[in-house]
């Protein structure tokens, strides 16, 4: 079933005013968003991020992740840069929802850590599938990225589809003593890169 796109909007923030683009998948009902801003005609490189949605940490300003200073801060880098897109994507808490994420949160209270607190819930670490971006970006005229993540199963994931990623662009921000564990066990157990690459990354200022 496919990705339709559905509406356009101007979304005035405090970075910038952005082009809001909706989408229905119609094979899960999910609502997916791009946020764009600028012309991708030219076919170079556009600066972009793929943002799994996390309700507690972009909306209600949890510290247990860091969801919500990445938003921030790669909103922030695409106004700087004038050029880029954020899609927006509706698998919270790595695609188990949101009641179950407070679920295996409970756990973590009790000593699990973010992967053990998946599976012991019956989910794998990690239930995210990126398929839903490749018509999102078609429609968008975008076909090479520069990508603001740690995670290498997302320019994986943008390979395999045939979308060029010419850059990883590192994400580091929003680091707080009450995700130390949580950042710790994406290195450790989900291969993100945490390492200190300096080039080209992003922060919040
Ligand atoms: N199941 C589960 N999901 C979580 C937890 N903490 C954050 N999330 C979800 O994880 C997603 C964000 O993924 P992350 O693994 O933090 O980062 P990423 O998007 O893979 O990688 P970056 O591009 O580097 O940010 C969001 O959907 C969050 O809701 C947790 O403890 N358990
Ligand atoms: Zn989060």
């Known amino acids: 079933m496919p990705v339709v796109f559905v509406a356009a909007s101007k979304l005035p923030t405090p970075f910038?005013?952005?082009?809001?683009h909706g989408f229905l998948d119609e094979a899960t009902g999910r609502e997916h968003v791009v946020l764009s801003l600028g012309d991708f005609t030219d076919g170079a490189p556009v600066?972009?991020?793929?943002h799994s949605e996390c309700l507690t940490g972009d909306a209600l300003?949890?510290?247990r992740c860091d969801c919500g200073s990445q938003l921030e801060g790669a909103l922030k880098a695409i106004a700087r840069?004038?050029?880029?897109?954020?899609?927006?994507?509706?698998?919270e808490g790595r695609?188990?929802?949101?009641l179950n994420k407070i679920r295996a949160y409970e756990l973590q209270d009790g000593g699990a850590d973010t992967v053990e607190a998946n599976e012991r819930l019956g989910f794998a670490a990690d239930q995210r599938d990126y398929a839903m971006c490749l018509p999102m970006l078609e429609h968008l005229g975008v076909k090479a990225l520069r990508l603001m993540t740690n995670n290498p199963r997302k320019v994986k994931a943008l390979t395999d589809m045939g979308i060029v990623v010419a850059e990883r662009v590192p994400l580091h921000t929003g680091h707080?003593?009450?995700n130390k564990l949580y950042l710790a066990t994406k290195a450790s157990?989900?291969?993100h890169m945490m390492g200190n690459e300096?080039?080209?990354?992003?922060?919040?200022?």
């Open 16 to 20: 910038a005013q952005f082009t809001m």
């Open 47 to 50: 600066l972009g991020r793929l």
């Open 61 to 63: 300003f949890s510290q």
């Open 81 to 91: 840069e004038g050029r880029g897109v954020l899609l927006y994507l509706r698998q």
């Open 95 to 98: 695609g188990i929802g949101l």
């Open 176 to 178: 707080n003593p009450h």
């Open 189 to 191: 157990k989900l291969d």
């Open 198 to 205: 300096h080039q080209g990354e992003v922060d919040r200022a």
